[in-house]
């Protein structure tokens, strides 16, 4: 089952998860409706559970909808799953490395204390605290992705947007700070380790999904402008310079390669050229 189906990051994974022999139950009720949420979760009897659902959109004006849905929605199906007669064998929830604020090393592995610095960070983090509570009944894992992008993603995060801008040779685009750093992972990656995790995950462990390899907005620019031979102004606007903006977010892959490795699965490495051309080609 999988809650959050209709988003960016559901969308790939039901369609890899199925590629992948996997029965896929999309998760219809509202968070906030336990009883629905009950009914649902009785009836398709699931033997994994993604839990991917959220506000995610770190600029989203409703600052309240960040913890409704993050961290009473999360509560809400984690008291749901842990009075289901039968256990799901693993429940995965997806949290963010952006709840590690600003660090002062890099890159960043689990062990680093989170610092988070804005609501969606600090959402998903006491999303993490409140799931602790339930680690003795269900087999929780706990996923930290690093930025990631691909098709499909809402043109409100920067990469879609910088596509857009791209693909339609626009003369101009505005930005905020495009000296960030981040790493811009492909979604296809994300969801192939989100299945590794299902299969080997250690419940009550928490995993970076990352790379450890980062780019700034401007050398993105810089691929689109190569890939398209298309050349636009950048425009700094104030109004997407965020307020305790995270300069670097860099994470330390070490222990989701490693337990890749201890299982002798490939890991799935897709270049960010790679995703921006099939993010142009859609």
Request: hydrophobic share 40%; aromatic share 8%.
């Amino acid at each position: 089952m999988v809650t959050g189906a209709s988003g960016f990051t559901g969308q790939h994974l039901c369609a890899l998860a199925r590629k992948s022999g996997y029965e896929v139950v999309k998760v219809k009720s509202d968070l906030m409706d336990c009883s629905s949420l009950a009914a649902e979760l009785i009836l398709a009897k699931p033997d994994f559970l993604v839990h991917l659902a959220a506000i995610s959109f770190v600029g989203s004006p409703d600052k309240s909808s960040f913890y409704s849905v993050n961290v009473i929605g999360t509560t809400n199906l984690l008291d749901v799953i842990s009075k289901l007669p039968k256990t799901p064998y693993k429940v995965l929830l997806a949290s963010s490395a952006n709840i590690y604020g600003n660090c002062d090393i890099s890159p960043i592995s689990e062990n680093m204390q989170p610092r988070p610095v804005n609501h969606y960070a600090a959402s998903k983090y006491a999303m993490e605290q409140l799931s602790l509570t339930y680690s003795s009944r269900l087999p929780i894992v706990i996923t930290r992705p690093f930025n990631y992008t691909g098709r499909g993603q809402h043109i409100n995060f920067v990469i879609p947007k910088l596509v857009d801008h791209f693909s339609k040779k626009k003369s101009s685009i505005s930005l905020g700070n495009i000296h960030v750093e981040r790493e811009f992972n492909d979604v296809q990656m994300v969801c192939d380790l989100y299945l590794k995790l299902l299969k080997f995950g250690v419940p009550g462990e928490i995993y970076n999904i990352c790379s450890s390899k980062t780019y700034s907005l401007d050398t993105v620019i810089g691929l689109l402008v190569k890939l398209t031979g298309h050349s636009l102004t950048v425009n700094i606007d104030p109004e997407f310079v965020r307020p305790n903006e995270v300069q670097r977010l860099c994470g330390d892959p070490r222990k989701i390669n490693e337990l890749v490795k201890q299982h002798s699965e490939i890991l799935l490495n897709i270049s960010l050229d790679e995703t921006l051309k099939s993010m142009l080609d859609k």
